[in-house]
């Protein structure tokens, strides 16, 4: 059985605490399903937060889309391979 929307969205307002007693009552597919969306939204957060940091500037001035390109496609990079594990390296091309 898949997760509800319901089930997602509830995952966002509870505290660690009680992560526990959340996952305890997920079947091993819908664990399996809950991490691939994590997984999934931590790297797109990722991605949009370098990217808009470099377009923000934080005292430099924007730094355009090219270079906020590279520094996203680095941020994705390093959280695919040295936080969750990946091997692929790929770039996201714009």
Same mark, same amino acid.
């Given at each position: 059985?898949?997760?509800?929307?319901? /089930? =997602? +969205?509830?995952?966002? *307002?509870? #505290? $660690? !605490?009680?992560?526990?007693?959340? !996952?305890? +009552?997920? +079947?091993?597919?819908? =664990? %399996?399903?809950?991490?691939?969306?994590?997984?999934?939204?931590?790297?797109?957060?990722?991605? /949009?937060?370098?990217? !808009?940091?470099? %377009?923000?500037?934080? &005292? *430099?001035?924007?730094?355009?889309?090219?270079? #906020?390109?590279?520094? /996203? *496609? +680095? /941020? %994705? %990079?390093?959280? =695919?391979?040295?936080?969750? &594990?990946? *091997?692929?390296?790929?770039?996201? $091309?714009?």
């Amino acid at each position: 059985m898949a997760l509800t929307t319901k /089930a =997602r +969205k509830m995952l966002f *307002n509870l #505290a $660690p !605490v009680e992560f526990e007693k959340f !996952v305890d +009552k997920l +079947k091993t597919d819908e =664990r %399996r399903e809950l991490v691939e969306e994590l997984e999934g939204i931590a790297i797109q957060a990722t991605f /949009a937060a370098a990217y !808009v940091e470099q %377009r923000f500037g934080n &005292g *430099n001035g924007d730094q355009g889309h090219e270079d #906020a390109a590279k520094a /996203a *496609n +680095k /941020a %994705r %990079r390093q959280l =695919r391979c040295d936080v969750i &594990g990946y *091997n692929e390296t790929r770039d996201i $091309p714009f």
